[in-house]
């Protein structure tokens, strides 16, 4: 059973910035993938970035590169999603997500879900 613990969410003014953090713990894998969704009041939950293990190789939704960056702590299975230049619309519960391997990261694919944390953008 692999457990991630996220925080950092809050609620900021249009055009801050943010910075989450997600904790793996337990058997987690040698090759493993760990990475952010989101999900707005009444859309579907949403794919933004994600960091593999081994070599740190990242993928980004179009929608999100250039102001989100994912990073890593290698050695203490620990991802970070720095959010820069928010806006109202990047309001949204954010999920810390893991899997086994590398593939497509969707809903269906995703082993481990963090327990969510809000982020408010207000104008």
């Known amino acids: 059973q692999v457990q991630l613990v996220e925080s950092g969410g809050g609620l900021v003014q249009t055009g801050g910035s943010l910075r989450l953090s997600c904790a793996a713990s337990?058997?987690?894998?040698?090759?493993?993938?760990m990475g952010w969704f989101r999900q707005a009041p009444g859309k579907e939950r949403e794919f933004l970035v994600a960091?593999?293990?081994?070599?740190?190789?990242?993928m980004y939704t179009d929608s999100v590169k250039g102001r989100f960056i994912v990073s890593r702590d290698a050695a203490k299975r620990v991802v970070y999603l720095q959010m820069n230049g928010l806006k109202p619309e990047d309001t949204a519960v954010y999920y810390c997500?893991?899997?086994?391997?590398?593939?497509?990261?969707?809903?269906?694919?995703?082993?481990?879900w963090g327990q969510g944390t809000q982020v408010t953008v207000s104008s």
């Open positions: 997500a893991a899997r086994a391997g590398w593939g497509p990261m969707t809903t269906e694919s995703i082993e481990s």
């Open positions: 337990g058997r987690t894998a040698n090759s493993l993938a």
């Open positions: 960091i593999r293990w081994p070599g740190g190789t990242t």
